[in-house]
């Protein structure tokens, strides 16, 4: 497929948390500067967050994609490969809609964040991770097969991250079987840096699936709400409303637009967030400090942020050990030295017979 003047393109991203739909959020606006036709398609928070920052974009509600988390890795396994088998079973369904997305919208390149059944096979279709390699413990040789063999039906995969070392996503985006096909396409973040001057000493910024992120919540809460000193947290949820208040000296949002949570990351001495890996793009975007929470569980975020540590770009505590001590105590290290490549995005593609 030759590229055209302007191409009509599908952007999906998964609901499993709003990191997906996030680091879709400075392609879309990418696309949309070279002038090509962008539609939306997703379900729940990832759909009401694209439905917000893009009000005037034709969007499409698709089958439900969201997960639930456990709070060891015994559970997260179980409740995963449940889940895992649940999402198998409604890709063909999900294809049913595409087509008919499809057929509607004249669509010349579907791109997939992490939906791995969203494609056509007659139709370029482009699929977004990270995760070549998918970490489960003594399980990941299989997850790895397991994802390696719906990565290969795309025409193209293509991996958030910059192509010199050290990267951000680590053994995460090596698999020699998906080399042919794999393209790096620099850091995806909706983030800016701007000179503004420190206001908070903490932003507190949650995201991902419950009941985790509430619990997350709940003990920053207990931590910071009796401090003296400025802090804000961003609860991370999406609703048809923005509210504010404040529990102790603890500022609180539901959630922001993008612009807002820019100037909050800016204006924040240090990020306390998960080490999801769309909160790791920002965070090397902006140069900022950040102190890493992985979610209980997750191998990928736990690798993560032990790899981000040991490069030196960000310090980090488990769950079950934090501490505002710890919070404090953290070693002073951050991106301010993280070379970040700008978008490359290639639609010059060819489907496969």
Known sequence: M????????????????????????????????????VCIASDGAAFNLLQQEFPKLKSYLLTCSKATYARSKFSMKYKLGLQAFKLIKKIKKEQRLLAEI??????????????????????????????????????????????????????????PDRSDSPQLSGILSKNKHLDAKAKYIGIPSRMTSIHTEKIYKYAMILSGPEPLRTEFEQRLIAMFKTEDYPTILIQGKVEANKTKHYIG???????????????????????????????????????????????????????????????????????????????????????????????????????EA
């Not at 998964?14 to 696309?31: D, E, F, Q, T």
């Open 102 to 159: 499809r057929q509607k919208e004249g669509l010349d390149l579907i791109i997939s964040d992490n939906r791995i059944g969203l494609r056509l096979a007659d139709t370029p279709s482009v699929i977004i991770t990270h995760q070549l390699t998918v970490l489960s413990g003594k399980s990941s040789w299989l997850t790895t097969a397991i994802h390696a063999y719906y990565l290969k039906k795309f025409d193209s995969i293509w991996i």
């Open 249 to 351: 000296s603890i500022e609180v949002y539901n959630y922001l637009t993008s612009n807002e949570l820019n100037l909050i990351i800016n204006q924040a001495e240090c990020i306390i967030c998960r080490s999801g890996y769309t909160s790791v793009l920002d965070l090397a975007k902006l140069g900022a400090k950040g102190f890493l929470v992985p979610t209980p569980g997750q191998y990928e975020q736990e690798y993560l942020a032990q790899h981000l540590k040991q490069n030196g770009l960000a310090d980090f505590c488990l769950q079950n050990n934090l501490s505002l001590k710890r919070i404090k105590n953290a070693q002073s290290i951050g991106f301010s030295d993280y070379k970040v490549s700008p978008l490359q995005i290639d639609l010059d593609l060819k489907v």
């Open 2 to 37: 030759a590229t055209k003047p302007q191409l009509r393109i599908l952007v999906a991203p998964l609901n499993w948390g709003l990191g997906h739909a996030v680091r879709c959020i400075p392609i879309i606006k990418h696309l949309l500067a070279q002038g090509h036709h």
